[in-house]
């Protein structure tokens, strides 16, 4: 509806000077990363060293099982990454870990949903007399695909690594 404003996106470029002081390790990760861990430090008062440990863990969840190491010769491994940030209540661990996952909180909600209207619409079919069956669009059991799980039984992890091949991120604060 009408004209848009259109913004300019600005050309920031990280130099030496924005990271000479940074214990944590971010020059490892891709410009818009560092520019993000930078950006939520300056303005959000966000530890570097928590968004940097939990973009870790973001991206290995994200990267899942999709790639193994090769250790040695006959030696494969799935890579697998615990991160636990450890500080005192209230030095914001909780808002830089949420500033890092929100996105990856948001699809995992979005699976959840699916699976949730999906399983109720397949109990329903199978409800059905063999005659409704046939004239009624046919409904598959649905496969969960939750990749992120807060509290959780050993049982129920168990059950969830049944079913999403990818990876699942445990996530407790």
Known sequence: FGTRIKRKEAKYTITENDIKDVKFPISVYPDFFQKY????????????????????????LSVGNSYSIKVQNGWIEKPVVWIALVGKAGIGKTPALNNI??????????EIKRFIKEKSEFEAYEQLSKKEKDIS?????????????????TEGLFDLHQEVKNGIGIFRD
């Open 101 to 110: 996952i929100a996105p990856l909180k948001k699809l995992n909600n979005k």
């Open 37 to 60: 861990i930078l950006e939520c430090n300056r303005t959000l008062d966000s530890s570097i060293d928590f968004l940097g440990s939990s973009l870790l863990w973001a991206l290995s």
């Open 137 to 153: 669009v046919e409904r598959k059991d649905p496969i969960k695909s939750q990749f992120l799980v807060g509290d959780i039984t």
